[in-house]
Structures are given as C-alpha cells and as structure tokens.
C-alpha cells in the first residue's frame, strides 16, 4: 500500500470549513483512498473513500487531484466535535469477497477546532 | 443499526493470564478484523476473518489468536499476558462482498497488563 503524509496537527475555528490535506505521491492506478478518524477514547471512524472523483457524503468531502498524488478531506462547517485524529490511508481494493488487506494507518492529523 | 460492539470495555489482567475479548460485527458483516492501538506503536494489524476462516495474519507471536463463529461473531485470545500487550483492541467489520466496503469499528476493549 502506498505511504501517506500528512501534517501533524492544525487548527480550525467553529464554524469555518476544515481543509486536511495528504499526500500519496506513490499511490498506483487501484488504490483507493480512505479517511478515518478518532475520536480520544473511541474507536476509528470511517468518513469516506474515493478512487479518483471527488466524492461527498452527510460528513465531508473529498478532493483527489488529478494525478491522485494528493487528495484533501474538506469538512464544511466544523464543530467542536470533530477535534479528532484524521487518517488519510491509501489501500488496494480487494478483488474477491474475504481476501481483504488490512489498513495500514500513520500518524495522522490532530485537528483541532477552537471555539 | 447497531455498530460494532465489543466487549469487555475495559479489563485489567497480570502477566501470565490469559484473555478473551468478544467483537459482534454489524449485522450483514461477514469479515471481521482485529487491531492493536498502542501510543508508542499506532495501529497494528492482528488479523482478519471471513466465513470462519482466518484470511489475512499481521505479524504477532502465536499467543494471539482468534476465531468467528457462524454468526460472524468473533473472539481474540491472548495466552500469557505480557506488560507490552497493554493496549486497546479494535475490532472492526465490514460487509466483505469484494470491492472497496470500508471497515467500521467498535470502541475497543482497553487492557491494562499488571
């Protein structure tokens, strides 16, 4: 799976719209793109995944660009309840029921939303 | 629906012991997989299971082990506790049906090795 970058932590006000950018320059052509995060405490929580459009879903949306080196989960309006840790993660699709890969997750990003 | 429950929330062992955590998946979620969260390590692959069958193993020594029952249900075991397995363990489904079905967690069972 290709390896993801992503800054360590950020700051976002209520209210305003939360840009968490990831880079996967080694990313190939059947990879997908996921991002979980977690919350202190709580288990890893899927927001959305996409291969190479933008997709958007009731939490967030995700821009990929064109080369797919680099995408950016955009939460609209952030609330205080999405200070998390955000992880970009990049994996190949399984190609048959049960033969799935396991996530590899990094460090992640700390987003913080100040009130 | 119920996301994915996992029980003990909350366990405290001593080094030798042996232990059983419950994972009960989505309902509808035939794959269940296992993971080790620990502060110095991040996020750790234990392994995977589809139909009863273990598919896909990280890289951790013999004393971990799993199984699923028919109703996609799982246990993980670990025999002869160590202080590093302090950690907290994830369980995670997902449908398994091919393609790219994302993997929904539970909120773990926190051990605490004494």
């Known amino acids: 799976d290709a390896k993801t970058t992503q800054p360590p932590s950020m700051d976002c006000a209520e209210g305003r719209a939360a840009n968490l950018p990831c880079n996967h320059s080694t990313i190939s052509g059947n990879e997908y793109v996921y991002w979980y995060r977690q919350i202190h405490s709580q288990g890893p929580q899927y927001i959305i995944h996409?291969?190479?459009n933008n997709e958007t879903n009731e939490m967030a949306s995700l821009i990929i660009t064109e080369d797919r080196k680099s995408s950016t989960l955009i939460l609209p309006h952030a609330t205080l309840r999405d200070t998390a840790v955000y992880y970009c993660i990049v994996r190949v699709a399984p190609v048959s029921s049960g033969s799935a890969r396991q996530l590899t997750f990094g460090s992640g990003t700390q987003l913080t939303v100040l009130p | 629906k119920a996301g994915v429950t996992q029980t003990p929330r909350y366990l405290i062992k001593t080094r030798g012991q042996q232990v059983t955590l419950s994972c009960s998946p989505i309902s509808g979620h035939r794959s269940v997989s296992w993971y080790q969260q620990t502060p110095g390590q991040g996020l750790q692959f234990l392994f995977e299971y589809f139909s009863e069958t273990q598919r896909n193993k990280g890289n951790f020594p013999g004393r971990f082990s799993g199984r699923q029952f028919s109703n996609s249900r799982s246990e993980m075991n670990v025999s002869t506790l160590e202080l590093g397995d302090s950690a907290l363990y994830l369980c995670a489904s997902r449908v398994g049906t091919g393609g790219y079905s994302p993997l929904h967690f539970g909120n773990g069972t926190r051990l605490t090795v004494t």
């Open positions: 996409g291969l190479k």
